[in-house]
């Protein structure tokens, strides 16, 4: 990868934006985390040559990861592009992507539009642009020969995020399941004394509507007090 290119282009977009912070680009030859920093994921196309067979393939699901940091008036930018594996040799191994020098410029120009937004609380002065294409891509996206699909870093948004934070989707919840009724412990009465309990009960509630005499109160609890003790020495 052409760093001197990346690092050229980064340094003149942001002399023209105004900023007068030093700011240093570099490129990680191997992914990793870095809390605290901001995050900001690009998917970019790329071409890729198979140095066993060189086989060339285009791919439009090139993730770039820029870290970016800002201490005392000196900022810094680590870069890493997730490489691919030609999906026809068996042994192949992870090839790194050649960039339009278009898209190189597309790229720095989004990075720094972040930049200046993120810690200078300046307006975007160019809104992104997409990428643009140099040939056919061969379908959708290999997977198997990914690299940021292996590292698990490819399904990442392309935007902005802090590298110390995690997003935690919410449980599924299975809408179609049946809930469980609940279960009532079964009556310890005796059936014989359950008709009469059903009986003074609508007599008590219903002896006026009946037509018959309204047994009192005080008759019916007397009962129901002798039933219960009699259930319970049976």
Partial sequence: MDEDTWKSIFENDLVSRGVSDVWNFSVDEHYQERMGWLQYVQCCYARFRCSI??????????HIFFHMSLKRRTGEVRMYVCKQKCKKCTAAMYEEPTFLVENIEIAIGNLVNKITQKFYNLPIDNLPRNFVTDGMQDGPHDYINCEGCALGICKYYTDIQYSDKRTFL????????KQKKKRFPRSNINSRHQGSLQYLGSGFLDGGETGGEQIPWWIVLLILLVILWLTSHN
């Fill in 53 to 62: 067979c060189g086989r060339s393939w285009g791919s439009s699901k090139v």
């Fill in 170 to 177: 919410p449980k599924t919840i299975n809408q179609g399941s």
